[in-house]
């Protein structure tokens, strides 16, 4: 079946995770900050989306802006940075402005020429998910931005890729869905969704039930693939 949507998880995808902490670190005063910004990008991510996991499987939900930050408070206690309340906070803040890919607004402008539907399908909380789409200014290409807490659990649950469906009226073999992470482009696989992995980093491929259709370094050929599928 032809594709007519194209849904796109939002952190890491979208937008920079890394760019919240890089640009801290430019910011004047922020030596300490500056040699250790990597550590924390990486860090705050990969435990933001375990604390994510781990409430998933627990059925202790939260909404993403409290994981956000609990994950953002291990990554500055693993830094040795835990004792400067302000930097936390203007990490904080800037994760409100991540900014895009530098390819995201071209490739969804190619989208909408296509009259294809496009969509964010997030853990994000609404109010975080609107901060960074109006940062970006991509809002006026998204027909929709969906947030996990319309069902109170986060990904890989089926009741997040329900979402889709339920809102586009379209069949998951209909859906062009593009992840930055394995694991969701992985369970999106298995949930019958056409899938794209973007493997920025060049990770190996995860071992999970389903496996993406497709691995790119980047999203610029997204249109291509959907016109393909």
């Given at each position: ?167 586009f009226g379209c069949t998951p073999e209909q859906v062009l869905f593009v992840s930055s992470n394995g694991w969701d482009a992985g369970f999106a696989a298995a ?39």
């Amino acid at each position: 079946m032809p594709i007519t949507t194209c849904v796109f998880d939002a952190y890491g995808t979208l937008f920079d995770v890394s760019a919240a902490a890089r640009d801290a670190a430019d910011e004047p005063g922020r030596d300490a900050l500056k040699a250790k910004w990597g550590d924390i990008a990486r860090d705050w991510r990969l435990k933001q989306l375990e604390y994510s996991w781990l409430r998933a499987a627990a059925g202790t939900h939260t909404d993403f802006w409290q994981v956000t930050q609990d994950g953002l408070d291990w990554a500055l206690e693993a830094a040795g940075l835990a004792d400067d309340p302000e930097l936390r906070e203007r990490l904080l803040a800037l994760y409100w402005e991540l900014s895009a890919y530098p390819e995201v607004p071209a490739m969804l402008a190619k989208l909408k020429q296509r009259d294809l539907a496009t969509a964010i399908l997030s853990n994000g909380a609404p109010e975080m998910l609107q901060g960074a789409v109006g940062s970006a200014g991509i809002g006026e290409q998204l027909d929709a931005v969906l947030s996990v807490e319309e069902v109170g659990v986060f990904k890989p649950a089926r009741a997040v890729y329900d979402m889709v469906g339920q809102r586009f009226g379209c069949t998951p073999e209909q859906v062009l869905f593009v992840s930055s992470n394995g694991w969701d482009a992985g369970f999106a696989a298995a949930y019958g969704f056409v899938t794209v992995w973007v493997n920025r980093a060049g990770a190996p491929l995860d071992r999970l039930p389903g496996r993406p259709a497709h691995v790119l370094s980047d999203l610029t050929t997204i249109p291509e693939i959907a016109a393909d599928a």
